[in-house]
């Protein structure tokens, strides 16, 4: 016991002197000291946040709109039955309809808990730009984007209160504030990119996020500005990777889904 202690004290001495090159290493790479379940409890905690916050998120009745829940779910089967999900079978992928047509807005929390508004599937032409925007937002999640960006943040003191033997749940209170976390450039570029292969080989033009972001353009949609234009890279230029990608990757199918997209939007209130 007196051992263990010793080498504690010195793997923590070690670990405070090399904190700044720490530092630097985490924000470098790709290393995420959080469990797949620190992400679903993350999510959680979100999830319930939201829940108990109904002046702010609307939820929509899944029993009274299930017609409607039924369309949005059957996007995310697709994209999860693409096979390109790591975490397809870790996560929960579970889905609430917010009732704001005011924001133009999807998001997915650590762990699969996606929230799309209202204002967002009103605003869209078809499936495939749904489909895409989803994708997006699942990507975040699936690449584990927040416990990823947080280890980059945290990562010394995270290492040090594993390696003193704390325990885990101090990890995730070290966490609490997840949602004022924005994505950096490059997950937003990796979220984009990544949505192009979900897609890819499904029934869905696997172009759809340019879609969104092509009508944002003609629109001139300021003001309302969603969580994809929220940092750095400028639509052009994602409109222009994305389409580069899906030339890449060799993406065929076109088909229309604009008949059901119609009852879909029909479906809400
Ligand atoms: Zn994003």
New binding site residues.
């Given amino acids: 016991m007196e051992e263990l202690r010793r080498y504690r004290l010195i793997i923590f001495l070690v670990l405070i002197i090399l904190g700044p090159f720490l530092a630097k290493f985490f924000s470098a790479s790709d290393i995420n000291l959080f469990k797949i379940e620190d992400d679903l409890k993350l999510g959680q905690k979100l999830s319930v946040e939201i829940a108990n916050n109904p002046s702010h998120y609307k939820i929509l009745d899944p029993v009274e709109y299930k017609e409607a829940y039924n369309h949005i779910y059957r996007i995310v089967k697709t994209i999860l039955n693409s096979g390109k999900l790591k975490h397809r079978d870790d996560f929960r992928w579970e889905v609430k309809i917010i009732h704001d047509d005011k924001v133009l807005n999807a998001f997915c929390a650590p762990g699969g808990f996606i929230y799309v508004y209202t204002g967002l599937i009103k605003f869209l032409d078809n499936e495939s730009q749904l489909a895409g925007v989803l994708g ?1 937002e699942m990507a ?1 999640a699936d690449l584990r984007h927040s416990t990823r960006q947080m280890t980059a943040k945290y990562g010394t003191d995270l290492l040090i209160t594993i390696l003193m033997g704390g325990e885990h749940d101090q990890l995730t209170q070290i966490a609490t504030n997840i949602t004022s976390l924005a ?1 950096s450039r490059e997950h ?1 570029t990796e ?1 984009d990119l990544a949505s192009v292969a979900y897609l890819c080989g499904t029934e869905y033009d696997a172009r759809g996020t340019a879609g969104f972001f092509e009508k944002l353009l003609q629109g001139g949609q300021a003001g309302a500005i969603p ?2 234009l929220s940092t750095h890279p400028n639509p052009e230029n994602r409109i222009e990777n994305i389409y580069k990608e899906a030339q890449k990757l060799g993406c065929k199918n076109l088909k229309s889904t604009q008949d059901r997209y119609a009852e879909l939007k029909s479906l809400l209130p």
Avoid: G, L, R
């Fill in positions: 997006h975040h994505y937003e979220a969580e994809f």
